[in-house]
């Protein structure tokens, strides 16, 4: 399942997180009860992607995928299309930060096939 900035996880007792754009494979959705899917998720996805934009503090956005990752999310970006930067937050894992990249791939355990051309952005 994709979804986009409308949809909110709780993860917690208070924190509630809407990424720009995540991801959860199919079978960890169908285990949600048709309530729990209604509501606010209270399952961190697979993968989240947060734009940074002019009125974000990249500091802030930093520390919001760091946290995403210590609830449980496997794989997240964070894209800085003014500077041409992408972070890439894993668990266990410094943060690679690849500069002036055309594409990439993302890990095919947790998005499979799937490629961002920035070319097309």
């Known amino acids: 399942m994709?979804?986009?900035s409308s949809t909110a996880f709780k993860l917690g007792e208070k924190a509630i997180f809407s990424p720009d754009v995540s991801y959860m494979k199919n079978f960890r959705w169908e285990k949600l009860s048709l309530e729990e899917?209604?509501?606010f998720c209270p399952t961190p996805p697979d993968f989240v992607l947060e734009l940074v934009s002019e009125s974000d503090?990249?500091?802030k956005l930093?520390?919001?995928m760091e946290?995403?990752?210590f609830l449980g999310v496997s794989l997240a970006w964070l894209l800085d299309f003014?500077?041409?930067?992408l972070y890439i937050y894993r668990p266990n894992k410094k943060v690679e930060i690849l500069k002036d990249i055309k594409k990439?791939?993302?890990?095919q355990k947790i998005l499979p096939n799937f490629t961002l051309d920035f070319s097309k952005i």
């Open 82 to 85: 003014d500077e041409k930067t």
């Open 104 to 107: 990439i791939k993302a890990d």
């Open 62 to 64: 930093q520390k919001k």
């Open 67 to 69: 946290d995403w990752i």
């Open 2 to 4: 994709i979804f986009d």
């Open 37 to 39: 899917r209604k509501k």
């Open 57 to 59: 503090s990249l500091k």
